[in-house]
């Protein structure tokens, strides 16, 4: 019949309603500060950088400046400064073998991303809905659990922690993402907790309780839309430091080299010697880390900024 | 002030004493999963496997887990952390002669961060959305996401290398067993610049970043307009009233910042040739060196829950909310 | 015996002329010392002699004082000899410790006096005399006699698990007979009886006045030991920096005049490019390990630092897990040689400062390795004569070979392969056919076994270009990095890899060695055992030939023996000898007198009692 097909679009929506919301509030919070919207034209570079990186870079990663059978000579010209078409074209400059250190920087922006982002979502979808269950059914058993959990496992340093789990599990780049996940997604818990428990004492939230809602339907239509905002404050710490801690992780050996990363290179003109002798091999990677780290903190950072005096609506 | 009950305080400290079990279980477990023993290094190519069997029963390899486990929570209820695999020393000794430099370095550079991004996050935070503020937020925020050994690499470089003023590593300059007080502590600067440099450029945005939110609360407040109202100037306002009471959420931040000094102090102290406990740890792990790596993880787990702990207590005690009469 | 091609050899010559030979007194006191060939000892010759260039000076003229730094990359972990293994902490004991004998400087193959002065043995009653060197004494005080040398050899064999279990393992009795003479017998025939690192007396003697209390080894650190060597014990702070002071005038001046220097400092750096900066600043002397090519490259251009180019006595190899379809037929393995990237490694990656690999022991053992590669068994060669993959090669090579299994090639299917064919043994694809331990097929593409750059970059992208080598001939590899110190279970406890890269950077005469990891007695062939095993090849098929080397005696038959047991070992092929790379050090300018030898300047007791300041 019409009206029950209408009623279940209705019903659709109804129940996109408070995402809608969530949404749409961020949006706009957000969009008040310079400094996020800087940071997501940083991001969106970036992004672009690393989804169109083979039109992007000059040669491919294999490409090399050296020909087949390198003289003494000229295998002693690498790493090579910047060169414009004479005797090869380079716009950064050479490693070590005769790679291209541009064609490495915007391939490397691929990993940089994956690892951001993979990290960033994957601690935001274990720690939100942690963070929801816990304030919500605070001082019980529930909370309790949750609560030792996170005390646990806040008691272990990081960097020796992906260490040990690097070590444990092997150095792939899939598991530096769940190392770096088991202890990031602490901070986002904690602080969805703490929101949560002052919504909750909210005269709609008693409201709902009192007609009869269900536990989980007021969790979801209440209080995540006005949790949203914060979690995309996390999501954006999370993917930072996540950048960092991998570039960390290469400095000292243990990460995945078989993927080219600015962690990696970094580690490559570590190990290969070049530390203070090739400026143009050691700057740029270093950069983008801090570019990219710091997309991702501007535009947090300023979501929490606008949130905050009066910004709990 | 709220007042701390005593079975509030009970409660806490129980919690955390099981914590701090459920720790040192979740450590034993985890560092016994990791392949490998310390007899691996030892092993050389003349010795036959009776000769190697004998390596590892010398180091308790083939005692069964459970055993090793029980022996483990027995010897650290009464703080005997045992002796280190690799050099036969003392864990403990081993533990507080690393420690003792990690501190040199990171105190000074916790107030130098601290008081830099406390005072400058009050200036942000009281003229929000002006140029300063955004010019000062974007820089910290900036300067927060450089690598800190990268940055240690460009400032040896530059001080060190091109303009040669500056010792790139180590703590003292060596081969001297005994310094006079001034000489010694002249050195010890002067070691000291360079990674501290380091460590407070990138970290002074943590605090700034604190004090400046809570700072933003702080600007509407009555009691602020009450100041100003009754005529004090604007930068008395803005220290004596509004400040002080921003600090609080600093303050807290603060004392857990400390416990994870020990994250940076890897990285430090492997670019720097800083004689650390973060490297100590790393070093441990790596040579399966398991009572050390086992009990420099468990004391900083111990120093964590403390200061949480602390943190928490401190927290409920000075609310401001009940210290200022004011309802949220 | 692959010999180096023309242009190859040209640009090596060039290099030396780059890679200064700094001018160096030869060994005063020493016979036969001053030699003034510039010559390096990669060019084979008689098992390579030690460079000492320059003017041979009367040891009158030897500057005195001085205070070297050498640079450490780690801390020694301890002191204590039968339990620390670390190079760091023998960097320095070695030069407190004396040992009984040491490798002559001026002919490296030959073994001198040192803590003995002469000695004696008959390998048909298995025993033996030595005489001890006169003149040595504690830094405490006592003598240095065969008190404390009959004193050492009892203790090590009533205790057990130390790390000279394997030197003393063999011998029934030690006494001593005299002030400075002892007598001994061995239970079984060896014939590394006096050699240093391996022989039954390569040990440090202990001085008895301490060890006597010592009722467990394992529980005893010192922080600071007496010793009896040319250096004593006088400062430190710990994981920092150690200093010695010399005592020439307690080191008899037949084993040498020196040591020249005031003291000898070693400084801790958390790095190894701290390191090599500390070197350029001139607060390093001598950087302790081996350094990478790219470095010592970087620093030739310095003024103030020579960089030293010494051949190697060990080795770079992959191992194969010959239990494992498809690495239990030999031809498969010998076809693998044809794919391995030798001459990227050797003139991309170690610019030059290398020579490819062929037999179990390195150039410098020139006498004890095959002549050609027909004498005197016919074995290979597997390799392409310029070093570089030649696709066609190695599949015509496999698809012809007479072995286990038949290898043909078809049609692309698994991800990992770049080629235009991929490999099918017996006609299954490998990633089915490929076995584990147990038998069990279909384990999926190969898995290479390797160390992450941050520890040897040179040969991680070694071991990349050969699986990227591997791929394009279309057998599915992949690369499986793990670090460093969790190879040692996986490999040699429980035998679970395909291919792993490895190497033996000291390794003795072939005669003493061969049995350590090629003979069947060592492997765990059936994988049951959980204990450590250093063949984890599961390689038997030399044991004869490797028994008869090392029960002869006669110099001659015992060269010929290890002839024949190299020869098959090469066609056997249970692992590639990937190369024997030059060991490279650099030192500062201010010094002279550094010893060089096979194996590097670092690592023997001459160097740091011959440096002096230069004049």
């Keep these: 019949m019409a009206t029950s097909d209408h009623s279940r679009l209705d019903r659709v929506r109804d129940r996109l309603v408070p995402w809608k919301i969530g949404l749409s509030r961020t949006w706009g919070q957000f969009t008040e500060s310079p400094v996020g919207v800087i940071g997501l034209v940083i991001l969106a570079a970036i992004s672009l950088m690393a989804v169109f990186a083979p039109h992007i870079a000059p040669h491919s990663l294999d490409w090399t400046a050296l020909p087949e059978n390198p003289t003494f000579e000229q295998a002693g010209s690498h790493p090579h400064p910047p060169a414009f078409g004479d005797p090869f074209f380079a716009p950064l400059g050479t490693d070590s073998l005769g790679h291209g250190i541009f064609t490495q920087l915007v391939y490397g922006s691929r990993t940089a991303l994956y690892i951001g982002l993979a990290a960033g979502i994957l601690s935001s979808l274990v720690g939100v809905p942690l963070g929801i269950i816990s304030g919500y059914y605070s001082n019980t058993w529930v909370d309790e659990g949750i609560q030792r959990v996170v005390d646990i496992l806040y008691a272990l340093p990081f960097l020796p922690l992906v260490i040990v789990l690097v070590f444990v599990r092997g150095m792939s780049t899939t598991n530096l993402i769940l190392a770096i996940v088991v202890k990031s997604w602490l901070n986002n818990a904690i602080v969805i907790r703490g929101q949560v428990l002052s919504l909750s004492e909210r005269p709609f939230v008693e409201a709902a309780r009192a007609s009869g809602a269900s536990d989980l339907r007021i969790m979801f239509r209440h209080i995540v839309p006005n949790v949203l905002p914060l979690g995309f404050v996390y999501l954006a710490q999370d993917a930072a430091f996540a950048i960092l801690i991998q570039a960390s992780v290469a400095f000292l050996g243990f990460s995945d080299f078989t993927n080219m990363s600015w962690g990696v290179m970094l580690q490559w003109i570590q190990v290969e010697g070049y530390v203070y002798t090739a400026w143009w091999w050691l700057v740029p990677p270093g950069l983008m880390i801090a570019l990219l780290a710091a997309s991702f903190y501007f535009v947090g950072y300023s979501l929490e900024d606008v949130m905050n005096p009066g910004g709990q609506s | 002030m709220a007042r701390i009950t005593g079975r509030y305080l009970l409660r806490r400290i129980g919690i955390s004493a099981v914590t701090i079990y459920a720790i040192a279980t979740l450590l034993f477990a985890l560092l016994h999963a990791m392949p490998g023993s310390p007899v691996d290094q030892l092993v050389g190519p003349s010795m036959t496997t009776e000769q190697i069997q004998n390596l590892e029963a010398r180091f308790g390899l083939n005692a069964p887990l459970w055993e090793q486990y029980v022996n483990f929570m027995t010897n650290y209820l009464v703080g005997d952390f045992g002796y280190s695999v690799t050099t036969l020393e003392p864990v403990s000794s081993r533990i507080l002669d690393r420690l003792v430099p990690t501190l040199i370095l990171f105190v000074p550079a916790f107030v130098l961060q601290y008081s830099l991004g406390t005072i400058l996050g009050t200036y942000f935070g009281w003229n929000r959305g002006g140029k300063l503020d955004l010019g000062g937020f974007m820089a910290g925020l900036t300067l927060y996401s450089i690598p800190f050994f990268w940055l240690g690499w460009i400032l040896i470089w530059v001080f060190s290398n091109q303009l040669g003023v500056l010792p790139g590593g180590h703590m003292l300059p060596p081969f001297v067993t005994e310094y006079g007080w001034v000489d010694g502590v002249v050195n010890l600067v002067l070691h000291l610049t360079l990674p501290m440099l380091a460590l407070a450029l990138i970290g002074w945005a943590g605090p700034m970043l604190v004090m400046r939110t809570t700072m933003q609360d702080v600007v509407d407040a009555d009691y602020v307009d009450f100041a100003r109202a009754q005529g004090y100037p604007e930068s008395a306002v803005m220290t004596r009233f509004g400040a002080r009471n921003a600090l609080i959420p600093v303050v807290t931040q603060a004392i857990i910042g400390i416990a994870f000094m020990i994250d940076g102090s890897v990285i430090v102290e492997t670019v720097f040739s800083w004689p650390g406990i973060g490297k100590l740890l790393v070093d441990a792990v790596l040579a399966k060196d398991l009572p050390t790596a086992l009990a420099a993880f468990f004391v900083l787990g111990v120093l964590i829950v403390a200061l949480r702990l602390l943190t928490d207590i401190v927290y409920t005690m000075i609310d401001p909310r009940i210290e200022f009469g004011g309802t949220d | ?615």
């Design chain 3, 1 to 615: 015996m692959a010999k180096s091609n023309g242009s190859d050899r040209a640009e090596r010559r060039t290099l030396l002329k780059y890679l200064g030979v700094g001018g160096a007194v030869g060994l005063a006191g020493c016979s036969g010392g001053g030699d003034t060939t510039t010559q390096n000892t990669n060019d084979g010759g008689d098992g390579g002699t030690t460079q000492t260039t320059g003017e041979g000076t009367a040891s009158g003229d030897v500057p005195r004082g001085g205070k070297p730094v050498i640079g450490l990359t780690n801390a020694p972990r301890g002191f204590n000899p039968l339990v620390i293994s670390d190079s760091a902490a023998f960097a320095i004991m070695d030069q407190l410790f004396v040992y009984p004998t040491a490798r002559d400087p001026n002919n490296p193959n030959e073994t001198t006096a040192y803590g003995f002065s002469d000695w004696e043995f008959d390998p048909d009653t298995l025993k033996g005399t030595a005489k001890i060197t006169e003149g040595l004494s504690w830094t405490d005080g006592p003598d240095f006699t065969a008190e404390d040398v009959a004193f050492t050899f009892n203790y090590l064999m009533e205790n057990e698990g130390h790390r000279y279990e394997g030197n003393t393992g063999n011998l029934e009795s030690l006494e001593q007979t005299g002030d400075y003479s002892i007598k001994f017998k061995l239970a079984n025939e060896t014939a590394a009886v006096f050699s240093p690192d391996t022989g039954v007396f390569a040990v440090p003697i202990l001085p008895k006045h301490i060890w006597k209390d010592v009722d467990d080894y394992t529980k005893y650190s010192p922080d600071k030991i007496p010793g009896a060597g040319g250096f004593e014990w006088t400062a430190q702070d710990a994981d920092n920096w150690y200093e010695l002071t010399a005592r020439p005038d307690a080191f008899p001046d037949e084993l040498s005049e020196g040591p020249y220097v005031d003291k000898l400092r070693f400084l801790v750096y958390g790095d190894m490019t701290s390191l090599i900066n500390g070197l350029k600043n001139g607060e390093v002397d001598l950087t302790y390990d081996s350094i990478t090519p790219n470095r010592a490259f970087q620093l030739q251009d310095s003024d103030s630092v020579t960089v030293w180019n010494s051949a190697t006595r060990g080795y770079n190899y992959i191992a194969y897990n010959m239990r494992r379809v498809p690495f239990d037929d030999k031809a498969f393995r010998q076809g693998l040689g044809f794919v391995y990237p030798f001459k990227y490694l050797v003139n991309t990656l170690r610019r030059g400062l290398s020579t490819a690999g062929d037999y179990a022991a390195a150039n410098t053992y020139d006498p004890w390795r095959p002549d050609s590669f027909d004498e005197p068994i016919p074995h290979g060669p597997y390799k392409t004569e310029s070093g570089e993959l030649d696709v066609e090669k190695v599949r015509s090579f496999l698809e012809n070979a007479d072995g286990d299994h038949t290898y043909s090639f078809g049609s692309v299917k698994s991800s990992q392969v770049t080629g235009d064919k991929e490999i099918r043994i017996d006609g299954e694809l490998l990633t089915d056919a490929h076995t584990d331990n147990d038998g069990n097929a279909g384990q999926g593409p190969l898995q290479m076994m390797m160390t992450p750059p941050s520890a040897s970059p040179v040969i991680a992208r070694a071991c990349a270009r050969f699986v990227e080598n591997l791929n394009e001939v279309g057998i599915p590899t992949e690369q499986h990095p793990v670090a460093e110190n969790s190879q040692t279970p996986l490999v040699w406890g429980q035998e679970d890899f395909d291919m792993w890269e490895s190497g033996w950077v000291y390794m003795p005469k072939p005669h003493f060695y061969l049995s350590f990891w090629l003979a069947s007695n060592r492997a765990d062939m059936e994988s049951n055992k959980e204990a450590l095993h250093l063949n984890p090849m599961g390689y038997g098929n030399a044991d004869d030939l490797i028994k008869k080397v090392g029960s002869t005696y006669a110099d001659e038959k015992q060269k010929q023996y290890a002839k024949e047991a190299l020869a098959q070992i090469y066609e056997d092929m249970p692992a590639l000898i990937t190369e024997y790379p030059n060991r490279l050090h650099a030192s500062s300018n201010d010094y002279d007198g550094w010893i060089q030898m096979p194996g590097g300047i670092s690592q023997n007791p001459w160097t740091y009692v011959n440096v002096h300041k230069k004049q």
